[in-house]
């Protein structure tokens, strides 16, 4: 079974760059068909899909992050890794990484707080 853990720092100040990285067990990122993505849920919010990595390495974002985001990968590593640029309190949320096959959600990590504050 996959599962997934995210790390990276807590806080991050305006303008920086939020980088998150997720570690994948059980499985591998190369995996046909499997779809690896970031969400993230504000305080008191709903959840906001942000982008995903697949299989082969293609990459698709939300378009209203997509000036903003870039999702890699590290096969040898078996993780995936988003950036956010130029972030506001306004990104302030919990971060999750999740699986998917196809269309079908799979896994999730339990979520790392982001507080962007100065």
Known sequence: QVQLQESGP???K??????LTC?????????NYYYWSWIRQP????LEWIGYIGYSGSTYYSP???SRTSISRDT???????QLNSVTPEDTAV??????YGSNWDAWGQG???TVSS
């Open 10 to 12: 807590g806080l991050a």
């Open 14 to 19: 305006p303008s920086q760059t939020l980088s």
């Open 23 to 31: 570690t994948v067990s059980g499985g591998s990122i190369t995996t």
């Open 43 to 46: 305080p008191g919010k709903g």
């Open 64 to 66: 209203s992050l997509k």
């Open 76 to 82: 040898s590593k078996n993780q995936f890794t988003l």
């Open 95 to 100: 971060y999750y990484c999740t699986s998917s």
């Open 112 to 114: 790392t707080l982001v």
